[in-house]
């Protein structure tokens, strides 16, 4: 069966988060050269010990700017293997990650993200890119809450961007949870997890001054023997406004049923990667946002975001999902800035009598490469505030890789230093 779908393949990461409040374009490909991202940085609270963190967990996502208690980093090259006598040429990609849930990378285990080869100038494609391997893949994101509220990453094949009508139209296979289950006793293969996905996005379309449509669309088929495998599909639909106050804005709607949630998935909140087989019908995802990045004066610069999400399921359910928040930074010289975020979020799950709420602001001085919002490196001191209500406290204290690092209290100071780079 087919899974439609928005395809973008990560560019640099440079590239990716300058983009990552504005369109994802499944044309971006690796540029030739060596290419990285890396975030690491520690610190400690009023309750002493580790560094803590600010988040409810679950279907939702922390603001991460004073707020990142991990260590992450991938790094890779991109390199022309080859070139015909009629200009084709097929270009190879290798990324190696590593990412460990603690300030210290210390035993973390490399593994590898990206591993493809495109063919690019194929006289009949007509601009068009054909490649097959590992790959990031249509993966834009809201920054400053590290949510890609699309990604479509994992081992397949397809066609990048062919001109159709006013736009562009991108088709990718993927294979995911490529595994089976075995008897433990026998050895003898049970069932399987996997799942067909396939994905269609049509790109670039003009809808109006300086602003275009984005339409993904994708079908995911359950490969298991056992009846209690289900199939799924997503729909997102994004508007991408630019030219709004030296920035842009992009507005997105998105529904998902079955494994299309991204529930039980690789990570997080993303819709894109095949979720659990396992899910039915009964369960479905909708999500609405709005997410903006401006940069109105050569100092100013500022990200905001509005977001509501409604989880479904046919067994406790469901939980919504509501946040808004906003990262105003201000450079005072060349390589200075001093950034502030906000973010305020709310949980409400059908199986509990109250709402979760969390309120986290930090204050981060910072050097930076240059005074624009998404100049990278940028290496930061830190204050942050965490205020919560009962309801929340069970669940802001599993959020912590420490464990329970505020008891029974419903606030909470954290500092430290932090440092952010891609290149």
């Known amino acids: 069966m087919l899974m439609n779908k928005f395809v973008q393949k990560s560019l640099p990461a440079a590239i990716v988060l300058a983009l990552s409040c504005g369109a994802a374009s499944a044309g971006d490909h690796d540029a030739e050269g060596f290419h990285g991202y890396l975030r690491a940085g520690g610190g400690t609270s009023n309750h002493g010990g580790t560094q803590s963190c600010y988040g409810l967990g679950g279907p939702t996502m922390a603001y991460r700017l004073g707020n990142e208690c991990d260590s992450f980093t991938e790094l890779g090259y991109t390199k022309e293997l080859a070139k015909a006598a009629n200009g084709a ?125 984005d339409i993904a669309a994708s079908l995911i088929s359950a490969q298991g023997k056992d009846k209690t495998t289900h199939d799924g599909w997503q729909l997102s639909v994004f508007h991408r406004q630019a030219k709004v106050f030296g920035g842009d804005n992009k507005i997105g709607v998105q529904y998902g049923v079955g494994p299309g ?10 819709i894109g990667p095949s979720g ?43 939980a919504t999902w509501t946040t808004v928040g906003t990262r105003p930074v201000y450079a005072f010289a060349e390589n200075f800035k001093l950034q502030a975020e906000l973010g305020v979020t709310r949980l409400k799950t059908d199986a509990a009598p109250g709402a979760q709420r969390l309120t986290k602001l930090t204050i981060a001085p910072t050097i930076s490469l240059a005074r624009d919002y998404w100049s990278r490196p940028e290496l930061r001191l830190f204050v942050s505030y965490g205020k919560w209500n009962d309801a929340a406290t069970k669940a802001l204290n599993a959020f912590n890789n420490s464990g329970s690092v505020y008891g029974n209290d419903t606030s909470g100071v954290s500092y430290g230093i932090h440092m952010e780079a891609w290149w």
């Open 89 to 213: 040429t097929f270009v190879g990609t290798f990324w190696a990650e590593a990412y460990k849930n603690s300030s210290d990378f210390g035993d973390a285990k490399l593994g590898v993200s990206k591993a493809y080869v495109e063919a690019k100038n194929l006289p009949f494609m007509n601009g068009g890119v054909v490649w097959i391997g590992k790959r990031h893949y249509s993966r834009p994101d809201i920054h400053m809450m590290d949510m890609q509220y699309i990604n479509m990453n994992g081992t397949g094949g397809g066609v990048d961007r062919y001109p159709l009508g006013a736009g562009t139209i991108s088709y990718a296979v993927f294979k995911d949870n490529d595994f089976n289950t075995t008897d433990p006793a026998t050895g003898r293969v049970v069932d399987s997890p996997s799942a067909l996905r396939q994905n269609i996005l049509y790109e670039g379309l003009p809808v109006n001054t300086n602003g275009t449509l």
């Open 261 to 270: 949630t991204g529930i039980n998935g690789p990570c997080c909140a993303r």
């Open 276 to 318: 659990s087989t396992l899910l039915g019908s009964g369960y479905t995802r909708l999500r609405v946002f709005d997410s903006a990045w401006i940069q109105p004066t050569r100092d100013f610069s500022m990200e905001l975001v509005a977001l509501y999400q409604r989880d479904k399921n046919d067994k406790d359910g469901g």
